[in-house]
């Protein structure tokens, strides 16, 4: 999970970027709270883990708000890797 920081750190950096995004995570109150500028979608999933059996689960799906999407969209590995860095440090490749 996210600490605080971090949720506020990349809720940010999506509000800055200029490309289409979508976002999966835990559908929780703090969650909609921190993301509350974007588009949200639901759904109802399960998770496995080994033999421990499947577990329902909500995700939250958020995207790029409909009024900043752009008509084509195309990003590389190299802005999800940049993206990555500015969240968590330097990422391996």
């Not at 940010?12 to 970027?17: C, N, S």
């Amino acid at each position: 999970m996210f600490d605080h920081t971090q949720l506020a750190k990349m809720a940010d950096l999506l509000v800055k970027i200029k490309c289409a995004f979508v976002l999966s995570i835990n559908d929780t109150p703090e969650i909609r709270e921190f993301f509350s500028a974007f588009a949200f979608d639901e759904a109802s999933i399960k998770y496995s883990v080994a033999s421990s059996g499947a577990t329902d689960a909500h995700e939250l799906i958020i995207s790029t708000p409909p009024k900043r999407r752009p008509a084509v969209v195309r990003v590389g590995c190299r802005a999800r890797r940049q993206l990555i860095q500015r969240l968590s440090g330097p990422v391996a490749v």
